[in-house]
C-alpha cells in the first residue's frame, strides 16, 4: 500500500513524500525494525515539512503587501466618501510600506463596488472604500450582501447631514423652504443619491416629521455630483454631508438652510439646528453617514491586523485630522469589534426609520435586523 503526503504552499513549492511499504510492512512479523525505523523518518520528514509550511506562509504575511491595493470607491469623485478616503490613504501607504491605487465605481447605490469587492479574494488586495449605504441594502430590495459580509479595516469617520440649496432658490432657511412646498407641490427638485443613501433618510425624517413633501426626485452618483448640478441650477435643494458641502457653503456657491442635527455645528455656527424648526426631529437625532475602509470576510487575520494599524495610523496623520476638523467630520478611527457593534447600531435605528416611514421593500425583522432597544 502507498500513501503520499503532499504540502502546498501558498508560492505554488509543493512537497511530496512517499510512506511506500510502512502500512504493508506492518502485516510482516519480521520486519518490525525496518517499520520503526521508516516511522520514525516519515515523522521527522513531516515535521519538517509542516514547520517549512508555517515558516513560508509567515514569511508571505510579513511581506504584505508584496503588490498594488485595489481601492474601490463606491461613491463618485469630489463627494465625501471620495475626499475622506483620498486624504487618509497616502499616510496609510507610508505605513503600510505599499501602494493603494484608489478607482471609483458608481452605479446601484454604490451596490456594484460592493458586489466587485465582495467576489474578489479575500487576500488584503481589494478593499472597499464605503459609506453606510450597504448596511440597508436588504431592506431596500438592492442586494443581499451588505457589510455583514465584510471585515471593518477602520471606521474612519463619520459626518452631519446638512440641507443646502441653491443660490437662487426662493427662500433662505428650513422654514420658507417648507412653506414654498407646500404652497407649490412638485415644484421643488431635491438631490438623491437612490435608495438607502442619505438624502432618502434625511427626506424620510421630513416625510415622517413634517408630512409627505410633493417634490421631485433627481438621481446622482454621489453627493459630490448632485452638489455640482446644485450650483449650476439642475436642482433646488440638497441634503447633503456638511465635510462636502462646507467648502461650497463657505465659498458663498451654495446656500446651508439648516444642520440635521439637535444643535448647531461649530463649523458653521450661524446655521440653525433642524430640531429649532421642529421638535419632532428630536425623535431620530442626532443620525448621520459614516466611511470606512472593508474587506471581504476570510481576509487572513495578520494581512487585515497589518491593514487596520495602517488605516490607524493614517488616520491620526495631523494633515487629515485637520481636514476632517475643518470639513465638520467626526473622527471615529475603530476597528474589531468596536467598529461591528457601531455597524450594528447604525443598521438597526436606520433600518427601522425607513420601515416604520414606509420607504422598505421588505421589514428588517426578514433578515434578523432588530429594532433599536429590544
Do not use: C
Request: glycine content about 12%; aromatic content about 8%; hydrophobic content about 40%.
Amino acid at each position: 500500500m502507498n500513501l503520499t503526503v503532499s504540502y502546498i504552499f501558498v508560492d505554488k513549492l509543493t512537497i511530496s513524500y512517499n510512506l511506500s511499504g510502512v502500512v504493508d510492512g506492518a502485516r510482516s512479523e519480521s520486519s518490525g525494525t525496518n517499520i520503526q525505523g521508516r516511522a520514525e523518518m516519515s515523522r521527522k520528514l513531516i515535521g519538517a515539512v509542516v514547520a517549512l509550511g508555517l515558516t513560508a506562509t509567515a514569511a508571505i504575511a510579513q511581506e504584505f503587501p508584496t503588490k498594488e491595493i485595489q481601492g474601490i470607491i463606491q461613491w463618485g469623485a469630489g463627494g465625501s466618501t471620495d475626499t475622506v478616503m483620498r486624504s487618509v490613504t497616502p499616510h496609510a501607504e507610508e505605513a503600510l510600506g505599499g501602494t493603494v491605487v484608489m478607482q471609483n465605481m458608481t452605479g446601484a447605490v454604490g451596490a456594484i463596488a460592493l458586489n466587485y469587492v465582495a467576489d474578489s479574494d479575500a487576500d488584503g488586495y481589494t478593499l472597499l472604500m464605503g459609506a453606510e449605504n450597504p448596511l440597508l441594502y436588504k431592506i431596500m430590495g438592492l442586494g443581499d450582501q451588505d457589510y455583514n459580509d465584510f471585515i471593518p479595516i477602520n471606521i474612519l469617520a463619520r459626518g452631519t447631514p446638512i440641507l443646502v440649496a441653491n443660490n437662487d432658490a426662493p427662500f433662505d432657511d428650513y422654514a420658507g423652504m417648507m412653506q414654498y412646498i407646500r404652497e407649490n407641490p412638485g415644484e421643488v427638485r431635491f438631490g438623491a443619491t437612490g435608495p438607502g443613501g442619505l438624502p432618502s433618510v434625511v427626506t424620510a425624517m421630513m416625510n415622517t416629521v413634517e408630512g409627505e413633501l410633493d417634490v421631485i426626485a433627481v438621481p446622482y452618483d454621489g453627493d459630490g455630483p448632485a452638489l455640482t448640478a446644485l450650483q449650476g441650477g439642475a436642482i433646488d435643494v440638497m441634503p447633503a454631508v456638511l465635510g462636502a458641502s462646507i467648502e461650497g457653503i463657505r465659498a458663498g456657491t451654495m446656500k446651508p438652510l439648516a444642520v440635521f442635527d439637535v444643535a448647531p455645528n461649530a463649523k458653521l455656527p450661524e446655521v440653525p439646528a433642524v430640531t429649532s424648526f421642529n421638535e419632532g426631529y428630536n425623535t431620530y437625532l442626532p443620525w448621520g453617514p459614516f466611511f470606512g475602509v472593508f474587506a471581504p470576510n476570510g481576509t487572513p487575520d495578520d494581512v487585515v491586523a497589518k491593514l487596520s494599524e495602517a488605516y490607524a495610523t493614517g488616520a491620526q496623520h495631523p494633515d487629515f485630522v485637520e481636514l476632517m476638523d475643518n470639513r465638520g467630520f467626526t473622527m471615529m478611527a475603530i476597528s474589531g469589534d468596536e467598529a461591528r457593534d457601531f455597524l450594528t447600531k447604525w443598521q438597526q435605528g436606520t433600518a427601522w426609520l425607513l420601515q416604520d416611514a414606509g420607504l422598505t421593500q421588505a421589514s428588517p425583522e426578514e433578515f434578523g435586523i432588530a429594532r433599536p432597544g429590544q
